[in-house]
């Protein structure tokens, strides 16, 4: 088993950044590909950013390219998704999620079997 738990979620003026945090514990070693989702009030659950156990390769949605940074630090086992000029459309519960079958990077919810308990991210305007 694994273990995700978020935090850094708060309350932010439109244009802040905030930086969320995911430790895992448990069997960390088993994962590999760890990412990002979030579901907004009234909408789906979707795909934000994953990277890769060696932090080597990272990918976004396209709603996020070039404002969100997904990075790890295996060290620590946490992972961090660094997200600048804040908008009112990103407050949404952000999950951290854990692949540790397979391989990859992917957008699928199906791909990850590991969810934290989300983390709350509201930005006023």
């Known amino acids: 088993q694994v273990q995700l738990v978020e935090s850094g979620g708060g309350l932010v003026q439109a244009g802040g950044s905030l930086r969320l945090s995911c430790a895992a514990s448990?069997?960390?070693?088993?994962?590999?590909?760890m990412g990002w989702f979030r579901q907004a009030p009234g909408k789906e659950r979707e795909f934000v950013a994953a990277?890769?156990?060696?932090?080597?390769?990272?990918y976004y949605s396209d709603s996020v390219k070039g404002r969100f940074t997904i990075s790890r630090d295996n060290a620590k086992n946490t992972v961090y998704l660094q997200i600048d000029s804040l908008k009112p459309e990103n407050t949404a519960v952000y999950y951290c999620v854990a692949r540790t079958v397979g391989r990859g990077l992917s957008a699928l919810i199906g791909a990850y079997d590991y969810w934290g308990q989300g983390t709350q991210v509201t930005v006023s305007s």
């Open positions: 448990g069997r960390t070693f088993t994962t590999n590909t």
């Open positions: 990277i890769t156990w060696s932090g080597a390769s990272t």
